[in-house]
């Protein structure tokens, strides 16, 4: 069930000449050649984005919206489709891949809404004068999304985009591309103009070093580490060009005394494992309460440990490998420095089998400061329990990285969610979920976790120019 792989240019599928193996990372098999655009490949694209823009930005709202939502109603038909596929190329459970198609097209339909409600305003102004506000698309967009939600990542690009009337180029993961492929698929079926969608992959660098420079790209959106946002929004402040960044996190969960310690352990250990831990808001440094701790580890270990690790084709899999090979050898170092420093391995810590690239559910404790991983996003299944002395300490801990996506609490008292609210360094703070964002909810960063905002009502913001008319009734 896996789709042939092409880039989209101007409305029509192509190959090109140079073309890299995609793998199954749960059985290391090859799944298909995917084309990497060349130079003439990403000029074709940016002249079918300016010409696709010139006719989107001037469709109707309502217009957009239908073909919007024709589209995610065919990838909800298509649900089995392109689950199997991202099960394949990036190797999540099944289960797991039929909500992210799910997810995915709950985010078009969400902005398909908001493509409606881009409103501007009328300030009161002295008699003879009207002054007004409106919101018009910036332009072409240069987006880039990661591998590890193969669909719903490409998702959030192409629906703000397309919701805001601009038209976009698309650079999805070369490891995870079976899921914009199908994004693709189900715009072209769905009516949408040539040159509003192009869909490239290759060589990230020789991508973003011709599109980000080009006068045509008025906003460059990315999904990835901060390491790759940084270098992105330097290149794009050398040319003037706004910058929508969702970077890295290092979520921080902390649990209270007064907490239900069992359904806090159990949810953390879950919730943890999902994806492999492939997740930017995944729930990673747990500042546990002393008096409570014990009892926390001894619950989040037991449920950690009966992860089931396996392909996600197979029934009862929880938890697939990691999305490459590359991921191996990171998450040793990290184990290993740690344990070197003083923490406790609890379960875990290495690759798991000789075929696919898996890597046992891993539980580590006592963790100095010191410690790598006390600094470093994991970006797989490792999970650090540390007790605190109280919620002071807690916050102090939680906000002791540079970064800022994601945090939880776990609590009961007011008084602690107010502190929380007020005092916890993040874009997104949830209390008593491991949930991070919904559709309708804005989702982004504070810190090195980067600038601007996905969905909610705040979602279309960074696709829109705003422009301030005064309209004076006679020549002053």
Same mark, same amino acid.
């Given at each position: ?30 799944? $298909?050649?995917?084309?990497?655009? $060349? ?23 309502? &217009? ?43 985010? #078009? ?9 881009? @409103? ?28 590890? #939600? ?42 949408? =103009? ?88 995944? =729930? ?72 696919? @690239? ?10 100095? =400061? &010191? ?8 970006? $797989? ?26 945090? @939880? ?6 008084? @602690? ?40 009502? &705040? ?18």
């Amino acid at each position: 069930m896996y789709p042939d792989l092409n880039l989209f240019i101007d409305g029509q599928w192509r190959k090109t000449e140079r073309s890299i193996a995609v793998v199954n990372p749960a059985s290391e098999e090859e799944l $298909g050649q995917l084309p990497c655009a $060349g130079r003439a490949d990403l000029e074709d694209a940016l002249a079918a984005a300016e010409q696709g823009l010139a006719i989107w930005s001037r469709t109707a709202p309502r &217009e957009r919206a239908d073909i919007i939502l024709r589209a995610a109603a065919l990838m909800r038909e298509r649900q089995e489709e392109i689950a199997q596929t991202i099960t394949a190329e990036h190797g999540k459970p099944l289960a797991q891949a039929r909500l992210e198609v799910i997810r995915g097209a709950e985010f #078009f339909e969400w902005d398909a809404g908001e493509a409606m409600r881009t @409103y501007g305003r009328v300030i009161p102004a002295a008699a003879g004068s009207k002054l007004s506000v409106h919101h018009h698309p910036i332009g072409v967009v240069a987006a880039f999304s990661p591998w590890n #939600f193969p669909m719903s990542q490409p998702a959030r690009k192409v629906a703000g985009a397309l919701a805001s009337g601009c038209s976009i180029i698309l650079k999805a993961a070369e490891e995870t591309p079976g899921g914009a492929v199908h994004i693709v698929r189900a715009f072209k079926d769905a009516g949408l =103009p040539a040159g509003v969608l192009n869909l490239v992959f290759g060589v990230p660098s020789e991508i973003s070093e011709y599109l980000i420079p080009q006068p045509a790209v008025k906003l460059v959106a990315l999904t990835g580490s901060t390491a790759v946002g940084r270098q992105l929004t330097s290149l794009a402040a050398k040319h003037d060009t706004r910058a929508l960044m969702e970077l890295g996190g290092h979520a921080p969960v902390i649990v209270c005394e007064d907490a239900d310690v069992k359904k806090a352990a159990v949810s953390g250990a879950i919730r943890k494992m999902r994806n492999t831990g492939q997740v930017c808001t995944s =729930p990673t440094r747990f500042f546990v309460h002393h008096s409570i701790f014990e009892e926390f580890i001894a619950h989040f270990t037991e449920r950690a440990a009966a992860t089931v690790v396996g392909n996600g084709t197979e029934p009862g899999v929880e938890m697939g490998p990691t999305a490459n090979e590359r991921r191996i050898p990171v998450l040793t170092a990290l184990v290993e420095d740690a344990v070197a420093k003083g923490a406790e391995l609890l379960t875990g810590g290495a690759r798991l089998g000789e075929r696919g @690239y898996f890597f046992q559910p891993t539980v580590l404790a006592n963790v100095p =400061p &010191e410690a790598r991983i006390m600094r470093e996003e994991p970006f $797989g299944p490792i999970a650090v329990l540390n007790p605190v002395e109280d919620l002071n300490a807690a916050i102090a801990a939680a906000n002791a990285v540079p970064y800022g996506l994601a945090g @939880y609490g776990m609590t009961n008292r007011a008084d @602690y969610i107010d502190r929380m609210i007020d005092e916890v360094e993040v874009g997104n703070l949830s209390i008593n979920t491991l949930e991070a964002s919904l559709p309708e909810t804005p989702f982004g960063g504070v810190k090195a976790s980067g600038h601007g905002r996905e969905g909610g009502a &705040e979602g279309l913001d960074s696709y829109l120019t705003v422009k301030n008319v005064w309209h004076s009734r006679s020549i002053a």
